[in-house]
């Protein structure tokens, strides 16, 4: 089977996966995408500066917004997972694979000055450099799965297992995810805005609010 066929075949079986599943459909992730988008372009998260800004501590836009979204949205999860409304598909905690991958992810992140969430937004604008980083990460992609077992498996150690934070503390999972996302919340609403502009930015900006100008 050449690499044409494994694409073909994986592709067919992740959209057969996801549309055979009970709790979505491709109708109800398109549109939870499209809203997604929306959301990255209204907030600007998707531009360089921010991503690259965040990983040398000059903006701090992307961490308020990532720490308000699993804050709100660990709780609303939860509870909708305990009412039967959704599933966890939690992974296995290997500590040497998560080491290096997040090295590699955080580097990679940094240098491209995207994520997987806002690279695609950036590439509708017609962003080529992130396509390229895109195909890059799809041939990386590639790699790891026909050469998992030979190379890759060996360096992920040993599973820990499928561990939950209500895992520690049985009988008082619900006041504990409710801690827990009011203490995101608030870290979210007490990081300090800083925010790190590029000149089409600025030019969008009033005079008296351009830091350039101050």
């Not at 709100?72 to 290997?94: E, Q």
């Not at 499928?162 to 609403?189: N, P, R, S, W």
Request: proline share 4%; charged share 20%.
């Amino acid at each position: 089977m050449n690499i044409y066929d494994i694409f073909v075949e994986k592709t067919t079986a992740m959209v057969e996966t996801i549309a055979s599943q009970g709790h979505g459909s491709l109708a109800l992730i398109f549109l939870i995408g499209v809203i997604f988008g929306g959301i990255i372009q209204y907030t600007r998260v998707d531009k360089f500066e921010k991503i690259a800004g965040f990983a040398m501590l000059k903006d701090t836009i992307v961490p308020k917004m990532l720490f308000l979204a699993i804050g709100v949205t660990s709780i609303g999860l939860y509870f909708m997972i305990d009412a039967g409304w959704a599933h966890y598909h939690i992974k296995p905690i290997t500590l040497s694979g998560l080491i290096i991958g997040g090295i590699l992810f955080g580097i990679s992140m940094a240098i491209l000055g995207k994520c997987p969430g806002t690279g695609p937004i950036s590439i509708a604008e017609g962003r080529i450099d992130v396509l390229i980083g895109a195909i890059g990460g799809l041939f990386g992609g590639l790699v790891f799965t026909l050469y998992y077992d030979d190379i890759f498996k060996p360096l992920m150690g040993d599973s820990l297992g499928k561990l939950k934070l209500t895992d520690f503390f049985q009988g008082h999972e619900d006041l504990v995810v409710l801690i827990f996302g009011i203490a995101i919340t608030i870290i979210a609403i007490a990081i300090p805005k800083v925010e790190l502009f590029d000149e089409a930015d600025l030019s969008q900006l009033p005079d008296d609010n351009r830091p350039d100008k101050k």
